[in-house]
């Protein structure tokens, strides 16, 4: 999976024209302005994350946290290798 990092063009926002002067300053009191915030796509497309938790095995997750706050969690760099071969194979798959 690539993660892209975000920029500061993904998210925009407009600020307001007028000076809006802080509550209890003396002067002229605060008035409310609303602001305009658009998103990009990128992150629009970003906003149905939340819906793939059901699909992580949280018993497994809740496992592995308790073994790494024990101090018991051993990685198996066979495991790691044969993961990443799939998953580059995959990918090549998929560019093919």
Do not use: C
């Not at 009191?29 to 602001?35: E, F, G, M, Q, V």
């Not at 793939?52 to 790691?80: C, H, Y």
């Amino acid at each position: 999976m690539k993660i892209t990092p975000l920029s500061e063009s993904h998210a925009t926002s407009s600020l307001p024209t007028s000076k809006v002067e802080a509550a209890g300053s003396g002067k002229t009191p605060a008035t409310s302005k609303s602001w305009v915030v658009s998103l990009s796509s990128a992150v629009q497309s970003m906003a149905h994350v939340d819906t793939l938790a059901g699909v992580m095995n949280m018993a497994k997750v809740d496992s592995v946290r308790a073994e790494f706050q024990k101090g018991t969690f051993r990685v198996n760099p066979e495991v790691i290798a044969d993961r990443l071969l799939e998953g580059t194979r995959e990918q090549l798959r998929r560019q093919a």
